[in-house]
């Protein structure tokens, strides 16, 4: 991924290859700063898909959020969308990534959990997009009633991003259902302050490394905000169905990086990402389940 000027007065960005490689993710961290080191009169950016040989869902989510990130600060973003590969074009115009910058195909369903941009916190429109567009569609074999918990877990997402971010672009999110490979993804992604630093407000916390400050964020009861209700307890509960389900969840949020699958890792890295991503995997093969006996007590606590 490349800001180049080749002798134009416009930056040209050239997306290349974006998927789940820590590698591409560097990449996409690297060109927020880049851009965010540019004075405003270098902020007119075309976009060239040329490069690109696949774009996953989290690129998707994270360019988006980029693109109007670059607006906010008096940028202006052209798309070359004649240099988009028809099958990335494909899964952009199901997802609605094309209609939301300005290219008229309205998306449709299909393996795609819709890209959208939340300015505002609007919980129900998002309980609602979570309930039908990513659990809802039958494709992770859990009941209704498991379903609207779980629905509720990752509601704490958005809310700690409204709550602590201070993003002032709102949060993005895409995802996709992945037949092969047997998973559905939902990518979360805000460009505020990282969870690390907004751990670190709190005074008792100003000396916490990041993923100490991570870990303090997914204990039960842990909150920056004194006056609200508690949100640690949600993600607490969203690690423990992750485990169950031997799925996955990835954060990276400053130089703050979590893995929870069959190993729980936290660790500190050289990357320094400015806001928060999260991605949520889960298995789709009903066989690794377990839900009746391992999840027995999960439900439990979470009714």
Not at 41 to 68: P, Q, S, T, W
Request: hydrophobic content about 35%; overall charge neutral.
């Amino acid at each position: 991924m490349l800001l180049e000027t080749k002798n134009q007065p416009n930056l040209i960005l050239y997306v290349t290859k974006i998927d789940d490689n820590p590698h591409h993710f560097k990449k996409l961290f690297k060109l927020r700063d880049e851009i965010e080191q540019l004075p405003q009169d270098c902020l007119n950016i075309k976009v060239d898909f040329h490069y690109c040989e696949f774009l996953g869902h989290y690129g998707v989510a994270f360019l988006g959020g980029l693109f109007r990130l670059i607006e906010a600060r008096g940028g202006d973003v052209a798309f070359d969308w004649n240099t988009v590969p028809d099958k990335i074009r494909m899964n952009l115009a199901q997802n609605g990534f094309l209609c939301n910058f300005g290219f008229d195909t309205k998306p449709w369903h299909g393996n795609s959990i819709p890209y959208r941009n939340d300015l505002q916190q609007d919980m129900s429109a998002i309980a609602d997009y979570l309930k039908y567009n990513w659990l809802g569609k039958g494709w992770v074999n859990i009941s209704p009633r498991l379903q609207d918990a779980i629905t509720g877990r990752v509601l704490e997402i958005y809310f700690n991003a409204f709550d602590h971010s201070q993003s002032a672009v709102g949060v993005f999110s895409c995802g996709q259902h992945y037949p092969k490979l047997g998973f559905l993804h939902l990518t979360v992604i805000d460009f505020g302050i990282g969870i690390p630093s907004s751990v670190r407000s709190l005074p008792q916390n100003l000396d916490k490394t990041a993923n100490e400050a991570l870990q303090w964020a997914f204990k039960p009861g842990n909150s920056t905000k004194q006056d609200s209700i508690s949100r640690g307890a949600g993600l607490n509960l969203l690690q423990e169905f992750i485990v169950k389900n031997h799925g996955n969840l990835t954060i990276f949020s400053n130089d703050g990086y979590v893995n929870i699958g069959d190993n729980i890792i936290y660790e500190n890295k050289c990357t320094n990402f400015r806001g928060t991503l999260i991605n949520i995997a889960l298995r789709c093969d009903e066989s690794y389940y377990c839900l009746a006996t391992e999840a027995h007590q999960l439900k439990k606590r979470l009714f």
